[in-house]
C-alpha cells in the first residue's frame, strides 16, 4: 500500500499510533506478550546490510533450533515475514517453530539474515485418498494447493504428488527488487526433493509477474475475493520431477483453455490488470478464413459487435497480443468480449475517457485492428 500511495499521492503523511488506546502505558503483561510473540520483530537495520548483493550472500537452509536460541537472529527473520505479509499472526511464530513439515531458506549478509522463504511439504496421499478429495467426499486441514489441484483443477491424482507449498517469501525492504527473491527461489527449487513448487497469493500484476519471472505457472484463480486481501487467490506451479513437470503442464493448459470462459460468469469482476497479466500464456486458437473475413469487416467497416462476436472472442483468446494496446484498449477489449460487460457499464467505468456506446464501439474497433496489424 506503501509503494501505491508513493505513485499515486507522492508527499503522504505518515501518522504511527505511540499512545495505547486498550491498556496502560508500559503495561507489563502487553509488553511481556510482544517480546515473547515477536510482535515488535523488525528487519535487521539497514546500515548494516548495505553493501550486500547477490554474489556475497551466503544461501541456505536455516536451523529452526538454532534460531529458537538467538533471538537477534529470530527477530530478524519474522520481522522480514511481518514486515512482508499483512497476515502474519502471532501465532505463526509458533508454527514455524514447532511444526515439522514446514522448512525455512534463507539469505544472510556477515551473518545478518535478509531474505527468507517459508516452505510446507503437501500431498503424498494414497490412491483412495485422492479420489476422496476429488470427488468432494473429504477436506483435509492443510494440503491447500494438493487439494485445490484435485478437487478445482480437476487433477485426480495430484494428491499422490508431493508438492512443496511456499507459504512466505521476504526480502529485506531495502534489497527488494535487486534479484534476491528470484535468486532464493532458484535456491529452494535445487534443494526441493519434490515433485513439484507451489505457491498461492492475492493476484496482482506485480506479483504474478514475479512468479511468472521465475518460472512458476498459473494453474487456478480462486472465484472469490479473499477477506483480508480483496484480491483473487492464484495459485502457480513449477514441476520438478518428470510426473510433477507433467501435472504442471497439463494443469497450465487446461487453466488457459477454461480461463477466458470464467471470465464471462464467477470472474466478471477480475480486475483488467490482473486479466491482462495472465492471458499471456500460449493459448492456439485456429481461425478460418470465414471468421477473419467477419473480424476483417468489424474492425475496418461497420459489421455490428453482436454479429461478430464469437469471431472476436476466439482472436482475443488466441495469446492476445497485448503489449501493442494502450492501458484503455486493453480494458474495453477485456471487459467487452472476454467479460462480456453491456456497453452502458462500461462506459460507466471508464468514463473519464469515453463519452457513450458510440465512442466505445469505436475505441474496440481499433483495438482490433491493432491486434490483426499484430
Known sequence: ?????????????????????????????????????????????????????????????????????????????????????????????????????????????????????????????????AEKIFSGKRRLKGNLVAQALAANAGF????????DRIVRIAVHPHLQRKGFGGALLKFVAKQSGADYISASFGATPGLLDFWKQAGFTPVHVGVKRDASSG????????????????????????????????????LRDLEVEVVRQLLQADNSIELNASELHEIHAFAEQQRSYENSLY?????????????????????????????????????????????GKKQALALLRGAIKKLMLH
Open 1 to 129: 500500500f506503501r509503494k501505491r500511495l508513493d505513485k499515486k499521492t507522492p508527499g503522504w503523511k505518515h501518522v504511527s499510533l505511540k499512545e495505547p488506546i486498550r491498556w496502560a502505558k508500559n503495561d507489563p503483561l502487553e509488553q511481556f506478550t510482544f517480546d515473547a510473540l515477536l510482535l515488535d520483530a523488525e528487519p535487521v537495520e539497514t546500515s548494516k546490510i548495505a553493501g550486500a548483493c547477490l554474489n556475497n550472500c551466503d544461501w541456505g537452509r536455516l536451523d529452526k533450533q538454532e534460531l529458537a536460541k538467538n533471538e537477534s537472529q529470530l527477530r530478524a527473520m519474522f520481522g522480514l515475514l511481518v514486515a512482508a505479509h499483512y497476515q502474519t499472526k502471532p501465532s505463526d511464530l509458533q508454527q514455524l517453530l514447532d511444526d515439522q513439515s514446514m522448512r525455512l531458506f534463507g539469505a544472510s549478509y556477515k551473518g545478518q539474515i535478509i531474505a527468507v522463504a517459508l516452505l510446507v511439504r503437501e500431498g503424498g496421499f494414497e490412491k483412495d485418498m
Open 156 to 163: 485426480a491424482d495430484a494428491p499422490c504428488l508431493l508438492g
Open 231 to 266: 484480491a483473487h487467490s492464484a495459485i502457480v506451479l513449477k514441476g520438478k520431477s518428470i510426473q510433477g513437470e507433467g501435472l504442471a503442464q497439463q494443469a497450465a493448459a487446461r487453466f488457459i483453455k477454461q480461463f477466458p470462459h470464467s471470465l464471462a460468469d464467477s
Open 311 to 355: 469471431a472476436l472472442w476466439k482472436l482475443t483468446c488466441n495469446k492476445p497480443a497485448f503489449g501493442n494496446l494502450s492501458e484503455l484498449e486493453s480494458h474495453i477489449l477485456i471487459m467487452k468480449i472476454l467479460q462480456k460487460h453491456d456497453w452502458k457499464t462500461i462506459s460507466s467505468r471508464l468514463q473519464a475517457h469515453l463519452c
